[in-house]
Structures are given as C-alpha cells and as structure tokens.
C-alpha cells in the first residue's frame, strides 16, 4: 500500500493557524468612530458618482427641465406672465426636485443588497448604522448640487427673492434637513423590497400625491374642499410655505414648526424600523 506524506510532514515544520498569524501580526488598529465610519461611506458614495457620472443626471437634467416646462407651461396660464409665476413656482419646483430625487437613495440601497455588499459591511467592526447613514450623507451633496442648479435657473429665468441672500440659504438648509428625514422612508422600503423595480414603483405611488397635490404649482384656494383638505396637511405643503416665506423674508412660524415636526416624526419613525430590518436581514 502507498501512502503520501503532505508537504508539512514533510518538511516536519508546522503551518501557524489563522488565530496565531492575527495574534502576531501586532497590535490591531483602533476602532474607527461612528463619525469616522459615517463619513467614510459618504465619501464612498461619492466616489461611485466619480465613477459613474451618468447618475448625476437626475440631479442635472431632470431640474432644469421640470423648471423650464412648468414655468413656461403654466406661466402665462395662472400669473399672467413666466417673470411673475417663477416668484411663486420657485420655492415650490426647488422641493418637488429635491424630494423627488430622494428616492433615489432606496433604489441604490437595493443594488448594493442585491450584490451581497452590505453582508460585508455586516461583518466589519464599524458603527451598525454607518453604511446607511454616510450612504445619505453622499445624497446630500447630490440634493445640494440638484437645488443649485434650481436657484441658479431660477434667477437666470427672473426670479427674484426679497429675502436675499440668507433667505435662499436658509430654504436650501431647510430643504436638505427635510430631504434627509424622507430619505429614511426610501430606506425601509430598499430592505424590505426585493428589487429595484418593486422600490421605485413603490415611490412614486407615495410621492406623486404628496408632490402634485400640494401647493407647489397653484394656490390651494382654487381647489375642492376635500383636496384642500389634504394639502393643508401634506408636509410638502408646510415646507413650500416655508420657503416662499423665506424667499419673500417672512418667517412662517406655524408651517416652519409643522415641517420640524414632521421631519423629526419621519426621523424618529422611519429610522428604528430600518435599523431592525437591517439588523435582521
């Protein structure tokens, strides 16, 4: 009968285990911290728009053209002119883009579930909610970029806010910090969806109402009682007069408090539940 020897009963030397080569490899860097991590995945998600530019094109193209078609469209319709209905329509189209774009965050959310990139992220000693959290993170700047080119057409297009420049600051601060709560709502759904067919259908069936109906393009006084109804409680609502009133260099006190309110309730809902579908996946 023959028998093989292996190459380490050959050489009579034994091969170290796994466990022997970490505890000599010396000593281990420190944990990263939860800001350390966060931002180390919003730089990751800015590096895959370097990457792959063609995904800025929702934050480039679609703003232009949703501000061009809606104040030439219904400009003269409802104002009389485009230089008096852009007063009006800017606050308003600056949030429809942005929350709009928002939903973007769940459909990438998937595509990383769906290539097994977040089972790795699991398995590293990192803060649990980094991933998500620098995740929206890197979408601000794509929210940032999107209102930018909003203000800039705006102004090209004769829009003039009597709030200046702090105004215009101050809507665009507003606009981020709400965006961002949304954003949580997107990310329930990428864990709770199997593709990213099924997270964008899902989407647009909650964003069309609470964009569209709204005050975002007309005045609510020209509307049925029971659609008034809803869009004096549709937070899209409270933040558009949030924003005409810092355009204009008005603080709207009560519409300011109910968009807080509301950010903070999106926040504080939205954001254990996809913590324990992440946690539990």
Not at 112 to 135: H, N, Q
Not at 143 to 149: F, V
Not at 236 to 263: C, K, P, Q, Y
Request: one cysteine or more; aromatic letters at 12%.
């Amino acid at each position: 009968m023959t028998t093989t020897n292996s190459p380490t009963a050959a050489t009579g030397t034994a091969q170290p285990t796994i466990a022997e080569l970490l505890r000599d490899s010396g000593p281990r860097p420190d944990r990263p911290s939860s800001m350390s991590a966060a931002l180390s995945f919003g730089w990751r998600a800015l590096l895959k728009i370097k990457h792959v530019p063609e995904q800025l094109f929702d934050v480039t193209m679609f703003p232009v053209m949703f501000t061009l078609m809606f104040t030439f469209l219904f400009g003269g319709a409802l104002a009389g002119s485009t230089s008096a209905y852009i007063q009006f329509l800017l606050p308003g189209i600056l949030v429809q883009t942005v929350v709009m774009i928002t939903m973007y965050t769940g459909l990438t959310l998937n595509k990383d579930i769906e290539k097994g990139v977040f089972d790795r992220f699991r398995s590293l000693p990192i803060w649990r909610p980094a991933p998500l959290v620098g995740a929206l993170l890197g979408d601000v700047v794509r929210y940032t970029l999107a209102s930018t080119i909003v203000l800039v057409l705006g102004l090209a297009l004769g829009f003039r806010p009597a709030g200046g420049v702090l105004g215009v600051l101050s809507s665009v601060a507003l606009l981020l910090a709400f965006s961002f709560c949304v954003s949580w709502v997107w990310t329930m759904f990428a864990l709770m969806l199997r593709s990213e067919t099924a997270v964008m259908s899902v989407s647009m069936l909650v964003l069309f109402p609470l964009t569209f109906a709204s005050n975002i393009f007309v005045d609510p006084t020209t509307m049925p009682g029971w659609l008034q109804a809803f869009v004096s409680v549709n937070p899209v609502s409270h933040l558009v007069t949030t924003l005409r009133g810092f355009a204009d260099g008005v603080l709207e006190t009560d519409a300011l408090m109910w968009t807080g309110i509301w950010s903070v309730g999106l926040l504080a809902v939205f954001g254990p539940i996809t913590m324990r579908l992440y946690n539990a996946k």
